[in-house]
């Protein structure tokens, strides 16, 4: 079993593939007895990657002027 995703229509992939007939073979080889689901909505991806960017560097700076670690317990402090 084979699943391919994209987020560009069929007639799309000519220009990423770059060659008409190469995209043809490809797709023709690909869809020949398959079930294509198309499907719209929100990027789950993009939702996730988006929760785990790393902070701004002024959110940084913050967070380091406001918090401080005890060297003797590896407590964290504020202040």
């Known amino acids: 079993s084979t699943i391919v995703t ?13 060659s008409e007939r190469l995209t043809g073979a ?5 869809t ?3 079930s294509i689901l198309a499907m ?4 789950y991806r993009l939702k996730q990657s988006a929760g ?5 560097a002024a959110a ?3 967070q380091a002027t406001t918090e401080r670690v005890d060297p003797d317990t590896g407590e ?3 202040g």
Request: proline content about 6%.
């Open 6 to 18: 994209s987020n560009l229509p069929f007639e799309d992939w000519t220009s990423v593939l770059g």
């Open 26 to 30: 490809l797709l023709d080889r690909l």
């Open 32 to 34: 020949h007895h398959v």
């Open 40 to 43: 719209n909505g929100d990027s």
């Open 52 to 56: 785990r960017r790393r902070p701004t």
């Open 60 to 62: 940084e700076q913050n």
């Open 76 to 78: 964290i402090t504020g």
